[in-house]
């Protein structure tokens, strides 16, 4: 028996029906990372809008205290970002910046956590499909090569029939590949879509902060137009008093 034979052998013995039950058995897993992710993301949603006014409102009154309260009721993923940055904000805009990185990194790998798998499934699922069809056909032309020349003329409509019924069911494994692949590789598709948009969000608004830190406080721009000012008045008030001696 040559290697060809073998293989033959092992595929229709075998059948397609263990081909038919994995793609079962990944289905089901496909759905559950589809509802656990859309719960997950829903978890996380907050009007970004709003909480980037506040997070301004409170870094101009100098409220950082606030600021972070804030944030840490928010269950976003953006603010979590924020909250490190401020943790940090009193070492300073790179220290922020630093920690912001850190946490932004963290966000991203729960975002994107199983996301792999769909899109690894959506990607194979139609090739295991077609493995179960080749299986299935396979195993009709066998038949049909079973049949024997004494009954040749008795199975002449008969076989023919047998051999596309057997095509036929080999064909399920492919459309059930299929309707595994094509929800998996839309929803990828979205919840990768929606992490890019979330990680978009925490980098405007972690940018937010990094705009008050890097800037020069209020009081000390006050007090130098102040100075700035009072020397002006100085000066003025001198070429006055030059002017009544003349």
Do not use: C
Not at 116 to 135: D, H, S, Y
Not at 237 to 246: H, L
């Amino acid at each position: 028996m040559n290697l060809v034979e073998w293989l033959q052998n092992l595929m229709t013995n075998f059948g397609a029906s263990w081909v038919m039950w994995l793609m079962i058995f990944l289905s089901v897993i496909s759905v559950a990372i589809m509802l656990e992710r859309g719960w997950f993301y829903w978890s996380l949603r907050d009007d970004i809008g709003v909480l980037a006014q506040k997070l301004r409102d409170h870094l101009r009154k100098g409220d950082a205290e606030g600021a972070q309260k804030t944030m840490e009721a928010s269950p976003s993923a953006e603010a979590a970002v924020v909250v490190a940055g401020l943790m940090e904000a009193d070492r300073g805009a790179k220290a922020a910046d630093e920690a912001m990185q850190g946490a932004m990194a963290l966000q991203r790998m729960k975002l994107e956590r199983r996301l792999a798998f769909l899109g690894t499934l959506g990607n194979n699922a139609p090739f295991i499909g077609l493995f179960g069809t080749v299986i299935g056909v396979v195993q009709a032309f066998e038949k049909l090569g079973k049949q024997t020349t004494s009954i040749a003329t008795q199975s002449a409509v008969a076989a023919p029939q047998e051999v596309m019924a057997a095509i036929a069911e080999a064909l399920v494994a492919t459309a059930v590949g299929l309707l595994i692949a094509i929800p998996a590789v839309a929803m990828y598709n979205y919840y990768q879509r929606l992490s890019k948009s979330i990680l978009a969000n925490t980098d405007a608004l972690s940018h937010v902060l990094l705009s008050y830190l890097v800037a020069p406080p209020a009081p000390e721009r006050s007090t130098s137009k102040s100075n700035k000012s009072d020397s002006n008045d100085k000066v003025k008030a001198e070429r006055g008093g030059a002017k009544d001696e003349a």
